[in-house]
């Protein structure tokens, strides 16, 4: 009988919609947080990347851990190595969230932690999305409630991916060994640039949305002033060289081929999120 399913960031963006997914699929799971939030069906277990104590609680009779970078830190050989040596040490199949084109160099810090798991020996899947249309309605919801989008992406276009599809596509490697050995670039159907998302927007949510490119350091200053640390707004800037690059631009057929349905549109995610919008 299959063990247990180990999700990490079980409150987050991605792990609390992977959590509903497998519990929807009747499998058992072990919603894993620093702050053990409550996550109806699910067993909850304290959890702390820093705090090697926490490691054999949660990861006690799992047979599969998601394993991602948790939202504010930029330190991913630091903090993601130990956990997948934890997996490796228990022979516990291991789904990787990295990010879309880290595979480009190998002195990008995600490829070293996805180099690291091949070489474990482990059964793994490597998931990389794009950057998510949810950070709309997150990280840059505050700019959007003053009528502009301001980031330092410029004419860049990126296919944006719904974090619901991130986790309907971890789910489904979860459940099945058929992809097993592999990495998937997930994105969403179609590449748009701030300027077209900022339309689809206003579109959605009967309200003027315009778009700012600013530059790197007009960027940081945002960031640290509504409460970032100013490592992270560095790290954050630093990612949107990519976007203004183009090379965020690509589309893949990986979410259906992993899930069985297509990506969701942006503007499917920005109707489903129009009441966050509004005024």
């Known amino acids: ?35 053990t939030t409550l996550l109806a069906g699910a067993e909850v277990v304290r959890f702390d990347y820093a705090d090697q104590r926490t490691y054999q609680t949660a990861f006690d009779g799992v047979d599969r851990v998601f394993v991602l970078l948790p939202s504010g830190y930029t330190n991913a050989v630091e903090w993601l190595q ?34 690291f798991l091949i070489r474990t020996g482990l059964p793994f899947v490597i998931l990389r999305p794009n950057w998510f249309a949810d950070n709309f309605h997150t990280f840059w919801l505050n700019d959007i409630k003053r009528g502009a989008i301001a980031v330092p992406a410029g004419e860049g276009r990126s296919s944006f991916i719904d974090v619901r599809d991130v986790a309907a596509s971890a789910a489904a490697v979860m459940m099945t060994d058929r992809f097993d050995n592999n990495a998937f670039n ?24 315009s778009y700012t490119p600013i530059d790197d350091d007009t960027f940081i200053h945002m960031a640290t002033r509504a409460g970032l640390s100013r490592d992270y707004a560095v790290f954050l800037t630093s990612i949107f060289l990519p976007v203004r690059q183009g090379w965020t631009a690509g589309v893949t057929a990986d979410v259906p081929t992993l899930t069985g349905k297509r990506a969701r549109s942006f503007e499917h995610y920005a109707i489903d999120h129009a009441a966050a919008f509004a005024v």
């Open 1 to 35: 009988m299959p063990g247990k399913i180990l999700v990490l960031g079980a409150s987050g963006h991605v792990g609390a919609p992977l959590v509903t997914e497998l519990l929807a699929a009747k499998e058992k799971v072990k919603a894993a947080s620093r702050h």
């Open 186 to 209: 997930l994105t969403g159907p179609e590449a748009l640039s701030y300027y077209d998302a900022a339309t689809v927007i206003s579109k959605v949510a009967d309200r003027k949305l």
């Open 82 to 115: 130990p956990v997948i040596q934890a997996a490796a040490d228990r022979k516990i199949k291991v789904v990787l969230q990295t990010a879309i084109g880290v595979d480009a160099d190998e002195k990008i810090p995600y490829r070293q932690d996805e180099l």
